[in-house]
Structures are given as structure tokens and as C-alpha cells.
């Protein structure tokens, strides 16, 4: 019977990967360029070179990476790194550490492990990491490179216009903020409902400013059910529940504040288009399991002192991990498998659901003229 299960899981999978491979078979690219913002979900490699805790340039990380480990916090391919193939990309967006010359033209990816919506996000337990303000200095620097490679401020903004943004954070903003009160006093100072105003009234600046830099097609991915991770729930135990309740109900603040934020955006800003993936909705688990990942709760590789570790949540290096990854949906303690990343990451391109996307997924998104509002 176990193993008539495993090979259903296998045959979903196999059939997922296949549909959403079926849309890049042409090899067209959808879009001149792609840029990445964001945490560990997104991060390629940024934090390799930082003073800080949050590192996955180690093994058993990149076991099914064809590079390795490369600083991607998961096996294989991260959520990103899905939805360049999905737009057409033949190589992965490099990451701001290491992109150099024209290169910069197809975009950056400015991830970084641990990062939050607030600066001192993960800084008292991590170490350095790159927040959401240090990744919008970084991302001028580039667009100051990119009008040099122009050499006209004017075709710059226009190559920029058809570029798609994404845009990952706030779950350290949880992780390694607000639920570590022993090293952080956000918790003491708001409540549930006035920390998730706070988080998205910041992030709102920081979307903005990201549209004063020329940014016109963004993605927000919305927070995941940070109570279903192993992590938390090592860290607070089940108590009858299937993941930590109160963890998920105060992320869930921040996402409906986010879909909001996003109609706001669209309704100030008529040049540009904001869409919100719903990753709390594709990530939970009756969902998940229908995609054939039957593992929801337990990490694949070995992490030392699950749940006393102050959001170290890594694999312990060298280690060797679960041989059957696909049905996994944790690689570690918190961050996802690859087979989850192809998830979230093609119905947040195709929406395959109503409930994945609002109010359109990232395949519309990119296909959009906004000079005319036109697909």
C-alpha cells in the first residue's frame, strides 16, 4: 500500500512538471528582463559572501541543482528560478553578488536570506543580511549601470517598463522579529492587527519607490502558513492542531493588508499593473496534497536543535538527506523543497485557481501592454 502511494505521488508529480513545462517548450521570453526582491525563498546566492548565519551555500543544499550548492535555500531550483524558465529565460537571473556587464540587462536578483520589510529584521540572531530598503539602493545601482549601457535615461525606463518584477518578504519579519520577543520588542510594542498595519504601511513606501525606479510589472508574493513549518511547530508543539494556529492568523493579517495594498496600487498608479500570489492558499496542505506531497511537517535533511535555535533554521552541513524529496514539502526547517517551489511557482504564473492569483497571474501580468492596457 506504501508503495502504491509513493508511485501515485511520483505520477502526479511527473504530470504537474510536464504541464508546466508545456508552457516554455517554444522557448520564447515573455519579457527583456526579470527582477528578484526578496528572502531565503528567492535568494541565489547574495548572502554566500556576508557576515551571517543564514547560508545555504553547503551541502546536502543543491543536491538537485545542477551547480550545486550555490547559496539557494532549498535542493534545487527556488521559486524564482521557476518562473524565469516559465518566462522564457534559457539561464537563471543572476544575483546582485555576482552579475556583471550586459548581463544586468536581463536582470538581478537581489534575495537575501533572512531580510525583512523592517531593517533590523533577523539582525540580532542572523547577522548581516540585505533588507528590503539595502535591496532597493542595490537595484539603483543597477538601473544607474543599465542607463550607462544605454547610454540614454530615456530608453533605460522604457526597457525597464516591460520588465517583471517580483517581490517575496515579511516572513522574517515573523520568523525573526515578532515571534522572537527574547531579542526583539515588536511583539511587547504591537498587537497582531497594528504589527501587520505597521509592516504593510512600510512596505507600501518600499513599492513605491520601486515604481519611482521605473518598476511597472510587480508581483507580490503574499506570506505562507509559517504555522506549518517545522520549525514552529517544534518550537510551540501541535497541541491537537495540525500547525500553529495563532502563527498563521497573524500572518494572515499581513496577507489580506497586502491583497488590499494591492488594490490601492493599481487604483494610484494607471501606468502600472500589482497582482498578489496567494502563497498561504497554494502552500496549504489539502492543496498541496492533491499536487502529491504527502510529507507536509518533517524536514528532509537533519537540522540541528529544531526549535531552540532563535530562527537558525538550516541544514546541518554535509548531512544526508531524505532519498524521496518529491513528497516532501520542507527541505528544512522552513524552506521548501523544490518539488513545493514548482508548486507555487506555476499557479503563480498560470493561476491555476481563482483563489492563486489577484487579479491576474503572472503569465497576464507579463503579456500586458500597459500603454493601452491591452494583452
Not at 171 to 186: A, E, G, K, M, R
Not at 209 to 214: A, D, F, N, Q, R
Request: with cysteine; glycine share 8%; net charge neutral.
Amino acid at each position: 500500500m506504501e508503495r502504491r502511494s509513493e508511485i501515485w505521488h511520483l505520477v502526479t508529480m511527473v504530470f504537474m512538471i510536464l504541464s508546466w513545462s508545456s508552457l516554455v517548450i517554444n522557448g520564447e521570453q515573455k519579457v527583456p528582463c526579470y527582477f528578484i526582491f526578496g528572502d531565503s525563498l528567492y535568494d541565489n546566492g547574495n548572502n554566500n559572501d556576508l557576515d551571517t548565519k543564514a547560508k545555504a551555500n553547503y551541502p546536502p543544499y543543491g543536491i538537485d541543482f545542477p551547480a550545486g550548492p550555490t547559496g539557494r535555500f532549498t535542493n534545487g531550483r527556488n521559486t524564482a528560478d521557476i518562473i524565469a524558465e516559465l518566462l522564457g529565460f534559457e539561464e537563471y537571473i543572476q544575483s546582485f553578488a555576482s552579475a556583471s556587464g550586459s548581463d544586468i540587462l536581463k536582470g538581478v536578483n537581489y534575495a537575501s536570506g533572512g531580510a525583512g520589510i523592517r531593517d533590523e529584521t533577523a539582525s540580532k540572531n542572523l547577522g548581516t543580511v540585505i533588507s528590503m530598503n539595502k535591496q532597493l539602493v542595490n537595484h539603483q545601482t543597477t538601473i544607474s549601470d543599465i542607463v550607462k549601457i544605454f547610454g540614454d535615461e530615456k530608453k533605460a525606463k522604457e526597457h525597464l517598463r516591460k520588465c517583471i518584477y517580483t517581490v517575496g518578504i515579511g516572513s522574517n519579519d515573523y520568523i525573526n522579529n515578532y515571534l522572537l520577543p527574547q531579542l526583539y520588542s515588536t511583539s511587547r510594542l504591537y498587537t497582531p492587527e497594528q504589527y501587520a498595519t505597521l509592516l504593510v504601511q512600510q512596505y507600501s513606501h518600499q513599492l513605491q519607490s520601486l515604481y519611482k525606479k521605473g518598476a511597472r510589472k510587480v508581483a507580490l508574493f503574499g506570506i505562507g502558513p509559517l504555522g506549518c513549518t517545522p520549525g514552529n511547530i517544534a518550537t510551540y508543539g501541535r497541541n491537537g492542531s495540525l500547525c500553529i494556529d495563532f502563527v498563521n492568523n497573524e500572518v494572515q493579517l499581513f496577507n489580506t493588508k497586502l491583497k488590499t495594498l494591492v488594490d490601492d496600487l493599481n487604483e494610484k498608479f494607471q501606468d502600472a499593473k500589482f497582482i498578489y500570489v496567494n502563497v498561504f492558499g497554494i502552500s496549504s496542505a489539502p492543496l498541496v496534497g492533491l499536487h502529491g506531497l504527502a510529507v507536509n511537517n518533517t524536514p528532509c535533511c537533519k537540522v540541528e536543535n529544531i526549535g531552540h535555535n532563535n530562527g537558525v533554521l538550516t541544514c546541518i552541513p554535509h548531512s544526508t538527506p531524505c532519498s524521496i524529496r518529491f513528497v516532501h514539502l520542507f527541505w528544512d526547517a522552513t524552506h521548501p523543497t523544490e518539488a513545493a517551489n514548482l508548486i507555487v511557482a506555476g499557479r503563480a504564473y498560470v493561476s491555476l485557481l481563482p483563489m492563486d492569483t489577484h487579479p491576474m497571474g503572472i503569465r497576464r501580468l507579463a503579456r500586458l501592454n500597459l500603454k493601452n492596457g491591452m494583452e
